[in-house]
């Protein structure tokens, strides 16, 4: 019995090992392939991003200017002092978070509304509408802003002419007017909604049939039907699209820069935050205060972030729920 014992152990151990040394040589390799492949974004990711955000937050609480590179004083947080008592940043931080306000809702209602109208099956022209709708999206936005420019232009813009045809003798001038530049930045975000619309679509058209056709049968109209299996089905698609609208405001530069020509008036009513750190760190040279500013900006788009991902489970429906 005790030989049989000790031919038997070394006979099943070299067997177990030969089973497991494939799998896990082959675990290896696809790890091996898998860091090779995805390396690249890893160093740029490092380099162009991580890297510089440290650099910044380092810089935040330095007096670091680009006019002196090479001298560096630590402040502590006295730039966010400035930043903090800095009534023309104040102003531009509420203008910014007030335009927001109102954009967000916009920009999420346009584009499910036009999605759901060119999802429905009586509408004659469906593609070229589709394609109408979304070119506006591929038109640069510094291309983009000079036709706005033009169109709202008060003595020859294409609106004005038209309020004027139908009896507005005197309509507004929309980029000189405190209570009107904000409604003319939202019709200038408004035209590009192609992309939220085009994916807003995608996800209608995966919607199953057979929940309609029962909601049919229960006698459901065709508002029910969008509110109830039609708007909850897409919601995560609606739930991306809000995120990005909420970081893409926080990063609102280009509009009003090029409308305005970087002074935001009329009366700084048109001053977003994004425009005076731009001038503080192009402008001034100051990149120790322009580091803290972005990421004061960094910070309050997280907190709307995190809010946003914190609130969304009562009302995002996954596949899998």
Do not use: C
């Not at 036009?114 to 999802?119: M, P």
């Not at 003798?169 to 009107?180: D, G, I, Y």
């Not at 305005?260 to 402008?283: E, Q, V």
């Amino acid at each position: 019995m005790a030989t049989a014992t000790n031919q038997t152990i070394p006979t099943v151990l070299p067997v177990a090992k030969s089973i497991q040394r494939p799998g896990q040589n082959m675990e290896k390799q696809q790890r091996r392939w898998g860091m090779l492949f995805i390396s690249p974004w890893i160093i740029g990711f490092l380099l162009f991003t991580l890297g510089p955000m440290i650099a910044s937050l380092y810089f935040s609480f330095t007096d670091f200017n680009l006019g002196s590179p090479d001298v560096i004083h630590w402040v502590g947080l006295q730039n966010w002092q400035t930043l903090f008592s800095d009534p023309d940043a104040q102003q531009a931080m509420v203008t910014t978070l007030k335009f927001a306000l109102i954009a967000v809702p916009f920009g999420l209602a346009v584009p499910l509304g036009l999605a759901t109208l060119l999802s429905s099956k009586w509408l004659v022209g469906k593609r070229i509408l589709t394609t109408l709708f979304y070119m506006p999206y591929m038109v640069p936005s510094v291309s983009g802003v000079f036709i706005w420019l033009a169109f709202l232009n008060f003595d020859s813009g294409w609106l004005n002419r038209i309020l004027r045809m139908i009896g507005i003798a005197n309509p507004p001038n929309w980029l000189q007017n405190e209570s009107t530049i904000l409604p003319a930045f939202l019709l200038m975000g408004i035209w590009g909604v192609g992309n939220a619309m085009l994916t807003m679509m995608a996800t209608m058209s995966g919607v199953p049939t057979e929940l309609y056709e029962a909601a049919s049968v229960d006698g459901a109209g065709p508002f029910t039907k969008w509110r109830k299996i039609t708007v909850p089905l897409i919601s995560p698609v609606i739930f991306y699209n809000l995120v990005l609208s909420v970081i893409g405001l926080m990063q609102f530069f280009n509009i009003p820069y090029i409308a305005t020509h970087g002074t935001g008036d009329p009366n700084k009513s048109a001053y977003f935050f994004n425009m005076i750190l731009f001038k503080t760190a192009f402008g001034f040279f100051k990149m120790g205060l322009a580091s803290a500013m972005a990421w004061l900006l960094f910070i309050v788009a997280l907190i709307f972030t995190l809010v946003l991902f914190g609130t969304s489970r009562r009302w995002v429906y996954y596949g899998g729920e």
